[in-house]
């Protein structure tokens, strides 16, 4: 079961295909009209999260008149203007900066190991005030200046330029981003995608996710990358969690014993098809040539392996 609206003849529009916002003024409007029973206490969590910043501010200054109590936890600046400033409290968290140094310290021992650069990394935020705080972390973590991270979000200065300058500079190694390089932006030489805000979209974490899938000639990389001789891979840091939701498909690896071949065969499948239709408009031909021997093998090794056969009996 889940929250749907009828549309008359149209029939009904699950929320989750209407959209986020819809989802929000809905869960607002049900918590200010329980709000008017007596003795009603409200709580929110990140409330307005989901908001324009008008309905933010309308809904909390709403739920401020008609609620004896409301608790409302908040980002959005707009939700503060709804109340005077004896009944706020600021919290200052730290845990963002764990996150960034536990990330510094695994860089270059277990994530990539032998590199001495930081990659090009693309970190997503949840809104521009959480991107505005990350950017100036990354930079106290790292010990580095302005020129080494920045905030590339539509409300920033010159956000076209700090993209270019991201793809090309050797020196802007971080970008801390909203939804601007979310979907349908190429920075080729992307290596490291960093969550530190949750997404509850399965094609959208597709879309962001594959912002470091893009290939680069090893030139054009290593003018970006000195340290590093070609671009291999690419890694998805998760610092709260969006991969443990069920639509997020784990990644391939080498431990695949505990799957039947079908099962194994069809997930492949499945993916590879996912892989075409993304690139069917880019020419890959040489690309997939590998990609197809590269999967072949694997398969082979794998049923070689499982089956403790050898080469000479797959020939027959």
Request: aromatic residues 10%; glycine residues 6%; hydrophobic residues 45%.
């Amino acid at each position: 079961m889940q929250p749907t609206l009828a549309l008359d003849d149209a029939g009904a529009l699950p929320l989750v295909a209407h959209g986020s916002t819809t989802t929000g003024v809905l869960a607002a409007a049900e918590a200010i009209a329980s709000a008017a029973a007596p003795g009603a206490v409200v709580l929110g969590d990140d409330f307005g999260d989901d908001l324009d910043a008008a309905s933010a501010e309308y809904l909390a200054s709403r739920l401020r008149r008609n609620s004896g109590q409301v608790w409302l936890s908040t980002r959005r600046p707009e939700v503060v203007h709804a109340f005077p400033a004896e009944e706020m409290v600021r919290l200052t968290r730290s845990h963002g900066a764990r996150r960034l140094e536990t990330f510094r310290d695994r860089l270059f021992t277990e994530i990539f190991p032998g590199r001495s650069t930081v990659p090009k990394t693309l970190i997503f935020c949840k809104d521009d005030a959480h991107a505005e705080e990350d950017v100036t972390r990354i930079r106290e973590v790292f010990g580095k200046g302005n020129d080494f991270a920045a905030k590339i979000t539509y409300s920033a200065k010159d956000p076209k330029g700090q993209l270019q300058a991201f793809r090309t500079s050797a020196t802007l190694r971080v970008a801390v981003t909203v939804d601007m390089i979310a979907t349908g932006t190429d920075v080729k030489p992307l290596e490291c995608v960093f969550f530190l805000r949750d997404v509850r979209s399965a094609a959208y974490f597709e879309q962001m996710k594959g912002r470091g899938a893009r290939t680069i000639p090893s030139a054009h990389f290593q003018a970006v990358t000195p340290d590093a001789a070609d671009k291999t891979r690419f890694v998805v840091v998760d610092a709260i969690g969006v991969t443990e939701h069920e639509f997020v498909e784990p990644p391939l690896n080498r431990k695949l014993s505990h799957l039947d071949y079908r099962a194994a065969l069809i997930r492949i499948n499945q993916i590879q098809r996912g892989w075409a239709n993304y690139f069917q408009h880019a020419v890959a031909k040489h690309t997939f040539a590998r990609l197809a021997t590269f999967v072949w093998w694997r398969m082979v090794r794998w049923v070689m392996h499982r089956n403790r056969i050898t080469w000479k009996t797959i020939r027959r």
